[in-house]
């Protein structure tokens, strides 16, 4: 690992016990001593502005091509090869002189872009078929291999959204459901897929001691995807149901949505024993997450029509203060 992450990471832990008031200024200024900042640390603001920059120079070159050139398909497809080259080759560049966020944005950039000419190309070359998703399933074979030989993670992070994304429109939209991906109709799909993913990941941490080596913390990403569309399907199923399509009537029964609830807590409690059994905080940040939105919905769906909007709200403020409360108390008892 990094020694200068390893030291960014500490710096933040203790001003982040500074600010808690769980030390004192002395001590606080005697701890950042043992571990000073040989350099001003532009890794931040980097994180903050990498994906803006990202979208910005897109955007300018879309524009740029506009108002230069007619705007066709043809014109556009080699306006987009030509961005794709660019990018890659400033990466590397970028790369030599050692300058990885900016090499990392540019290749997320030629990633971006690649997608946007599967579809151009598609367009062009379209035959009327309407398959959408199969575009999609090219993005996956050129940019997964791209991200492992990369070694660049954001790009792995959009293959689990274009993952996703393709699965939804390849067992959805083209099985003629109506809904595709942000419908998420038949969630069960998802979760199934999602909870694929998440085992997935315990293989890949495995490798990751011995032959993967050099990839340490992809698995995170592959956890992280699979954990959430599991928890987002969980989300809809304790709701409406395995339904066909939110927008349309459901016949779910109160035993369904019980045994979904119930599903959705236990899958949570399991993740909070985990991630403290492996010592993994985005396990445990997951399900302390999403059992507050669990309580939160049940709250407003059960409950909150009943008290009127008055003491609805109010219940509901004092509950959040009361968790604060209480999440701020348990921290502090862990660090004394």
Known sequence: MNPQRVKRAIRGEIASLLREQLIDRDTYRRLMELYPSTRWDFSVLGRWFLFFGVLSVAAGFFILGTTIFELTLENLAIAIAFLIALCFYSAIKLGARELILAKRALELLGALAIIGITFTLGVIFSSGSGNWPALLLIDL???????????????????????????GGVTGYMSGWGAYFFGMNYPMRFLIAGLLMAGMSVVHRQAEQDRLRSYDGFFKVWLSGGIFFSEMALWLMSLFGNFGSIFERYLETAGELFFFNALWAGFNALLLWAGTHYRLRMLRGYAMTFLIVQGYTLYFWKIAGHLGATMASFVAGAATLALVVFLESKRRSQSS
Do not use: Q
């Open 141 to 167: 074979l050129i940019l997964l291999p791209l991200a492992y030989l990369l070694r660049n993670v954001l790009i792995l992070v959009l293959n689990v959204i274009v993952f996703f994304t393709w699965f």
